[in-house]
């Protein structure tokens, strides 16, 4: 300012009317503007405001603040995400509150992927196509670990976080902090060295990949493939907490185990010390409950035993007594036998007697049933019906009239004697 200028000449501006003449050129100079960029820190407030920076996507260092409220960002038909190349239309604009430049949006589209996520997915394809993310390869984590490792910056909050958590989760777990840089160019080459000095040590079980959140720039450290393969080739278990639940890295698929958070990272490698206690506690009073049991059962046969021991005359007696069962039954055996050998002799005696009985009452009714036969078959029966026969007088039977002629002496015998005969005439019967 120049003191000799009158004070009448001079304009005092004052700050919100700097600002609103400012943001008015700006208006009036750029109405309404398509800018093309990638997005970085990009948030969601709860109002439904969206806010992030736009960059040059070949990596100028130039950024510009944005800003999209939420009816512009209701009309969105894709969720927007660090890296993403995007085309916005809108207003460039002045925040009094807080003298910044900002644009704000009212239309966004998408125009392609960033160059760093571009080269994101490319590596995770390569290294995928390798095998570095085959769950084959991943390996449990030891379930009681003595000590466990961090990797991480020891000026950054993710380490605070796992201290914390360890402190309160698993007190009795040691710590060992592998210091190293996790952000900007020198980052990748000191997180392979804090993770080949682990190894080399081997003085931890578990090791934890941990850092804060980010934009996909503040973590690509953990997207570079020196440290992806350091993480995939380390012989110790390695659990990764880079970022926010939503973040994911390439150490994120190549680590034996991804955590949302560094505080998540430490709840899984340390298991609760007061879950263990609980667990010791119970196995402590199934010991105790089945100790009381088997010490019940052999006191009870401990007392059953003394009991024996104590009155030794019982068991005598009880042997005396088996001693005279068996002598008596011993004394009682032959008589026994002979008795009941005696008895089957009697029961035996009768059979053959009346087995010969059944045998001639069977005999002499078959004698009768012939003889019967026999008188039916007797010729003299018939005779006595009435009946004759001839013979030819020396006792030859004559059968047929073919042997008859007139004249000739024949005999015929009857029932009571026989009489001579002579033939008169000779009929024969006609044929049938």
Known sequence: ????????????????????????????????????????????????????????????????????????????????????????????????????????????????????????????????????????????????????????????????DVLTALARRAPQVEVV?????????????????????????????VLLLVRGGGSLEDLWAFNDERVVRAVAQSALPVVCGVGHETDVTLCDLAADLRAPTPTAAAELAAPSRDGLLQHLASLERGLAIRLEHRLQTLGQRLDRLALRLSRPSDALARQRRLLDLLAQRAAAAPGRRLELQRQRLEHLAPRPARALAEALRRQGARLDALQARLQALDPQHVLARGYAWLDDGQGGAITSVQSLAPGREVRAVLADGSADMQVQRVRHLPPR
Request: glycine residues 10%; contains cysteine; aromatic residues 6%.
């Open 1 to 160: 300012m120049d003191g000799r200028e009158p004070a009448s000449n001079r304009r005092v501006w004052g700050v919100a009317g700097l600002l609103e003449a400012v943001s008015q050129s700006l208006a009036d100079r750029f109405s309404v503007v398509v800018v093309g960029g990638e997005i970085a820190g990009f948030t969601r407030a709860a109002s439904g405001h969206c806010y992030f920076g736009l960059k040059d996507a070949d990596g100028q260092a130039a950024s510009l603040r944005c800003a999209m409220f939420r009816r512009a960002a209701a009309m969105l038909d894709f969720a927007p995400a660090d890296g993403a190349l995007v085309e916005v239309r809108g207003r460039v604009a002045v925040y009094e509150p807080r003298g910044e430049l900002q644009f704000v949006v009212e239309a966004m589209r998408r125009a392609g992927a960033g160059t760093l996520y571009e080269q994101f997915l490319k590596l995770r394809a390569r290294l995928a196509a390798e095998g570095l993310f085959d769950d084959a390869a991943k390996r449990p984590l030891p379930p009681l670990p003595r000590r466990i490792g961090v990797v991480t910056s020891t000026a950054g909050a993710a380490l605070h």
């Open 177 to 205: 902090v592998y210091p190293s840089l996790v952000q900007g160019a020198e980052a990748p080459p000191a997180l392979v060295n804090a993770l080949r000095l682990a190894n080399e040590r081997a003085e931890v079980d």
